[in-house]
């Protein structure tokens, strides 16, 4: 199994002393069957009067920071490594997963997944809706394996990517009009064509990396790697939930670490808070995402250890 390192350095950058204001850091990964936490470093400076640990409605880990005083530099740097074991999408002891739309959730989960069936974005003529479903069959059952393997290796070789490190995902029919994204951008276009057809999902944030390499920096690898990458999971009774990356047509959990997962990609931020000064005292942000990974672990799991100081 990969043993992956990652170390994401955040730095916001002010020309006079700000005031910082409450920041909240969704940088630790989660720890699941197919990936366990070897070891997890936080450093913040300036140091903070206060850092707690909680989680979020999702179960997501987040660091809350509240600080004294004034800085002209803010810096947080999170570094992680762990043990990553993909697990098969469909297939287990050798027999395929056969699941057919339509697909109508038991009552017990319905309500609990209700939210995530639920479109966030307006379809008024019905455009994505139709995109959605050129991959359902004209005549008889549609496989679920199909339909979601064909949605997500059709973004992957029909649109263009782009790197695009800030604001908010483009609206899905922007994204079908313009015929390009960023990992984000596909995400939600995948998200919300699969909700159209009533099934749920989600929105997921992490990090990318190459499998294929082994030793050194994945920045050439897969494609979103770099910085924070962004894809899909879906609720498929039987299997749970499932992953699906359009940006690398990755149908699995293969090469993808999960940190966040949330209903609206908003709710799954790497870091965001507040500062009081003036506009022009803001200079600019620089992410650094570091991954390295090792093609065998054999290591025994060490003591998660928190630094909250300068580095």
Request: proline content about 6%; charged content about 20%.
């Amino acid at each position: 199994m990969p043993l992956v390192s990652i170390r994401h350095l955040t730095t916001y950058r002010y020309r006079n002393p700000v005031a910082l204001g409450e920041h909240r850091m969704m940088l630790r990964p989660l720890e699941s069957y197919d990936q366990r936490l070897v070891s997890a470093e936080l450093a913040v400076w300036p140091q903070p009067a206060v850092l707690r640990n909680v989680h979020d409605v999702f179960g997501n880990c987040v660091s809350i920071a509240r600080f004294t005083g004034r800085a002209e530099r803010l810096s947080v740097e999170s570094r992680v490594t762990l043990e990553h074991t993909p697990q098969p999408a469909f297939d287990f002891d050798g027999e395929s997963y056969a699941q057919t739309l339509p697909l109508a959730y038991s009552e017990e989960d319905h309500p609990d997944l209700a939210q995530s069936i639920e479109r966030q974005h307006s379809d008024p003529t019905g455009e994505l809706e139709a995109w959605a479903r050129r991959f359902v069959r004209r005549a008889g059952a549609t496989s679920l394996r199909t339909l979601l393997t064909d949605m997500t290796h059709a973004i992957h070789g029909e649109f263009a990517y782009g790197t695009r490190l800030t604001g908010a995902p483009q609206a899905p029919l922007e994204t079908l009009a313009l015929g390009s994204g960023s990992c984000r951008d596909f995400a939600m276009l995948m998200i919300e064509a699969v909700r159209s057809l009533g099934l749920a999902a989600r929105f997921v944030s992490g990090y990318v990396y190459s499998s294929s390499k082994s030793g050194g920096s994945q920045k050439a690898g897969r494609t979103g790697g770099g910085h924070t990458h962004a894809w899909v999971r879906v609720y498929l009774p039987s299997c749970g939930w499932v992953e699906f990356d359009p940006t690398n047509g990755i149908v699995g959990n293969a090469d993808l670490v999960r940190v966040a997962i949330a209903r609206d990609p908003r709710q799954a931020a790497p870091l965001h808070g507040t500062w009081s000064g003036l506009p022009a005292d803001y200079l600019g942000m620089d992410v650094e995402v570091e991954v390295s990974v090792e093609a065998e672990a054999d290591t025994q799991p060490a003591p998660l250890r928190r630094v909250a100081q300068g580095y």
